[in-house]
């Protein structure tokens, strides 16, 4: 699962269907700047199991 990417500016106008996206399709998106990846739009379940791996490190 290589993702799509998209620049930020042109996040901003569909937002909303790349979170559906997400949702619906488990859809990974990286957001782009000056074409350098910074962020990423994922599934809740991928976010919450990177959130309860990196808590699991610092314990």
Same mark, same amino acid.
């Given at each position: 699962?290589? =993702?799509?990417?998209?620049?930020?500016?042109?996040?901003?106008?569909?937002? =909303?269907?790349? &979170?559906?996206? &997400?949702?619906?399709? =488990?859809? +990974?998106?990286? *957001?782009?700047?000056? =074409?350098?990846? +910074? &962020? &990423? +739009?994922?599934?809740? %379940? +991928?976010?919450?199991?990177? *959130?309860? %791996?990196?808590?699991?490190?610092?314990?």
């Amino acid at each position: 699962m290589n =993702g799509e990417e998209i620049g930020v500016e042109q996040a901003r106008k569909i937002l =909303g269907h790349l &979170a559906n996206d &997400a949702r619906d399709t =488990g859809q +990974i998106t990286f *957001l782009t700047y000056n =074409g350098r990846r +910074i &962020a &990423a +739009i994922v599934p809740r %379940h +991928i976010a919450e199991q990177a *959130l309860n %791996h990196n808590s699991q490190e610092k314990s």
